[in-house]
């Protein structure tokens, strides 16, 4: 059975032969080849993929490659949460819109002109985020500054065209093989509302603009509607086998009852349209979940990625796979510290280790892999070690020795 087999069984609530183990090592290999401290049996110029095949894993394809860029086109709209990537399946296209860019240093400052105005953003990509891997830039200055930008951000919103590209994608899918599933993007933010808080506000100017200007936040997610119903029906109708759409949910940000009428609608309708097609949707779950496991379980999602427990979350995997109800698969249970000397000896690494598979027992609706993703420094052996654990304990249904 290859490993894009035992996945999708997993994701289906189906038994495959074995556990799936699917190492996310992306930052890590960013950061050690830019620095030239991957380890030494690797030869020059060794690609991600060759190390997870050393490694014994399948491929982590959910989070796409932010630093592959084709050309500016690509990742120039990051202000407005636009991204046109290798292996995407879609294109966003801004029509009545004049796009002013200009460049300074690490710095990137973007206007867009429009009948109603003008609004700018500011985005960062600085040698220390590329000494730590991190591969996506940062919103230093926000699309929206005033109230007036609100409808300004709408008119773009409502007149962009979500044109399909399915031929980027399947060459993404022909990559990545059976050695894992090739996940389509949709967007990092789930909702429209969503969106706002993510992409054109900081996150805590965000909270008091529901408060001082809940009509035009309320507007805005009304203009950002046809823009999700395009890329609904688009990523429902592409060829792929796992659709992600959704990240970085969170018990404090997005707050239960915020995830209740601002997410969780977006997710179903969805889910709703991939599952009349035979497709899954699969969203990042990154963040403290303890209280959204229960919306999660009734959200639609058939897999919640990078799910995360103690010591780096209040939750226990127990805890999650009970309120899931086996409802959805559990992607991720290895907290990124289990890979930190620093955080965890060798023997408390395997004491952790032993209990976190005790708790997948019997390994039904799980894919184990590193929440959030593999750090810079991890001790990389430990990976190799967890391979050598689902060859001995992942035999499904799982038994754990005494």
């Not at 949910?249 to 009349?276: G, S, V, W």
């Amino acid at each position: 059975m290859t490993p894009k087999e035992r996945m999708l069984r997993a994701a289906r609530g189906e038994w495959a032969d074995i556990l799936p183990w699917v190492p996310r090592i992306d930052l890590w290999y960013n950061a050690n080849s830019l620095q030239g401290t991957l380890p030494a049996k690797y030869r020059r110029g060794v690609t991600l993929d060759e190390i997870a095949d050393d490694i014994g894993g399948g491929y982590h394809k959910i989070v796409p490659d932010f630093l592959n860029a084709r050309s500016p086109e690509d990742t120039v709209d990051r202000g407005l949460g636009i991204f046109r990537l290798k292996g995407m399946p879609y294109r966003a296209e801004l029509a009545g819109v004049e796009r002013e860019v200009k460049k300074e240093g690490n710095a990137t400052f973007v206007t867009y002109h429009t009948p109603l105005g003008s609004i700018s953003c500011k985005i960062l990509y600085t040698e220390e985020m590329k000494r730590a891997g991190v591969s996506i830039t940062w919103i230093s200055e926000h699309v929206i500054k005033d109230p007036q930008d609100y409808k300004i951000v709408g008119y773009i919103f409502k007149n962009i065209k979500v044109i399909p590209d399915y031929e980027n994608y399947l060459e993404f899918q022909r990559q990545v093989g059976d050695k894992g599933f090739a996940a389509a993007r949709g967007l990092a933010a789930a909702s429209p509302m969503q969106q706002i808080m993510r992409d054109f506000l900081d996150a805590t100017q965000f909270y008091l603009e529901m408060y001082d200007h809940p009509q035009e936040m309320r507007q805005l997610c009304e203009d950002l509607e046809p823009y999700y119903d395009q890329l609904f029906q688009v990523l429902a109708n592409s060829p792929a086998e796992v659709v992600f759409h959704g990240s970085n949910f969170d018990e404090m940000i997005t707050y239960p009852p915020f995830f209740r009428n601002y997410i969780m609608p977006y997710l179903q309708r969805l889910a709703d349209m991939l599952h009349a097609r035979g497709k899954l949707l699969i969203c990042h779950c990154d963040g403290e979940n303890q209280g959204l496991l229960d919306l999660i379980a009734e959200s639609g999602m058939d897999i919640a990625e990078a799910i995360c427990p103690q010591p780096m979350t209040k939750v226990t995997i127990s805890e999650v796979k009970k309120s899931f109800k086996g409802k959805v698969t559990i992607f991720g249970g290895v907290p990124s510290v289990a890979l930190l000397d620093q955080s965890m000896s060798d023997e408390e690494f395997e004491r952790f280790m032993k209990n976190l598979f005790q708790e997948i027992v019997p390994g039904d609706r799980f894919i184990l892999g590193i929440s959030d993703t593999t750090p810079p420094d991890a001790k990389f052996e430990r990976l190799f070690r967890i391979t050598e654990m689902v060859q001995g304990w992942g035999k499904l249904p799982m038994k754990m020795p005494k």
